[in-house]
């Protein structure tokens, strides 16, 4: 869920330009890379007063218009997939679909069902929905979407919270940039504090700021059973997002295989039989290990899929599937994303910066030798 920097997309008209995602389409082609799309909500309008939703400004929001553009575009230029069909290639070594490409959806929001859905099938299209535990059972919050909801909520709005004698804001009308502001202050403290104790701190903003909290979490924020088992009716797959949206790579190994044993027994109901997905909460190589691979393939998981941008070829590890995040882009942002030009050119850098990090550590063992 960590969005590209705007210089990312920036970098795509020039990339465009220089007709790079033709040459590397074709490529790709040859190569039978394909990549996998991640998406998370669909929104159908902007909050009352034009404020930005949390997950708009975070870059996890495409409008349902910009939405269709990009089925389109990937229907004239791509062939779908199941993901299905794509670990089956890679459990097999078989050959990989040609042009292939798999859409997914993290979060199971209400939305996707309402307007990602719908569009999906104008065009005959199918995708793969990972859905989160305790928002199928819905009484605990999901963090950090039920904050999200809240602070959407007082936009514009007076706004205090405090929390064990610190004050996090304290402003007339709570904007965007305060709304961001007090995530990124809440994403380090909740990493401090275990889940009972950020449900409270929920509670307790909820309480400062006059919302009734059972009333936020009965919000439709996500998909229940009935939208579930309609998308897999229709030929959708739903695959497993951890029970509570936890940091896996940060967890102990007894968290992490409840975490994972519980979210594969709340979305087993909706999974195609015999084949169960599941993709990591945040996705970097932080939020994922060895420990929690293990665990999902000691509970029968076929796939695991990541944040981390690029394309998939035959020497994929199906446990660390790479995807492409899809935020509000236009046709040129979006044809650049999905060639990998973008994921190519972190790789290198990561590779270039690394190489001189060792480099580095090297040279100051030698200082440091007798």
Not at 85 to 91: F, G, H, P, Q
């Amino acid at each position: 869920m960590i969005r590209a920097p705007a210089i990312v997309s920036l970098l795509s008209y020039p990339i465009y330009a220089a007709g790079i995602p033709r040459a590397l389409r074709a490529l790709n082609r040859r190569l039978r890379r394909v990549a996998i799309l991640n998406y998370h909500s669909i929104s159908e309008g902007r909050l009352n007063g034009g404020y930005r939703s949390c997950l708009d400004l975070l870059g996890m929001e495409v409008p349902i218009g910009s939405f269709k553009k990009h089925i389109r575009y990937i229907k004239d230029h791509y062939t779908v997939v199941g993901l299905d069909e794509l670990v089956v290639a890679l459990a097999n070594n078989c050959e990989l679909p040609d042009n292939g490409i798999v859409l997914t959806f993290d979060d199971g929001f209400r939305d996707n069902y309402t307007a990602a859905v719908p569009a999906l099938k104008d065009h005959g299209l199918t995708a793969a929905f990972f859905v989160i535990g305790d928002a199928i059972i819905g009484e605990h919050p999901v963090w950090p979407h039920h904050l999200y909801l809240l602070l959407d909520r007082l936009s514009g709005k007076p706004f205090t919270f405090s929390w064990e004698s610190h004050e996090f804001l304290n402003c007339q009308r709570l904007e965007d940039a305060d709304k961001l502001r007090l995530i990124a202050q809440l994403k380090h403290t909740k990493a401090q504090v275990p889940g009972s104790e950020a449900e409270k701190m929920l509670q307790a903003m909820c309480d400062q700021n006059g919302v009734d909290f059972q009333q936020l979490l009965n919000e439709p924020l996500f998909m229940q059973e009935k939208q579930l088992h309609d998308i897999c009716e229709a030929g959708h797959i739903v695959g497993a997002h951890s029970m509570t949206h936890a940091d896996l790579g940060a967890a102990g190994s007894a968290a992490v295989a409840e975490e994972i044993r519980m979210s594969k027994e709340a979305a087993l109901a909706f999974c195609k039989a015999g084949f169960f997905a599941f993709a990591f909460p945040y996705g970097t190589r932080n939020n994922y290990n060895a420990t929690v691979i293990g665990e999902l393939q000691k509970n029968g998981f076929n796939c695991a899929l990541t944040t981390i941008e690029g394309l998939n070829g035959n020497n994929a590890d199906r446990y660390a599937l790479k995807r492409i995040e899809i935020g509000p882009f236009n046709k040129i942002e979006l044809s650049t994303h999905l060639s990998g030009a973008i994921g190519d050119i972190k790789s290198a850098v990561k590779y270039i910066t690394g190489r001189n990090r060792n480099a580095d550590l090297r040279k100051k063992r030698v200082s440091k030798a007798p």
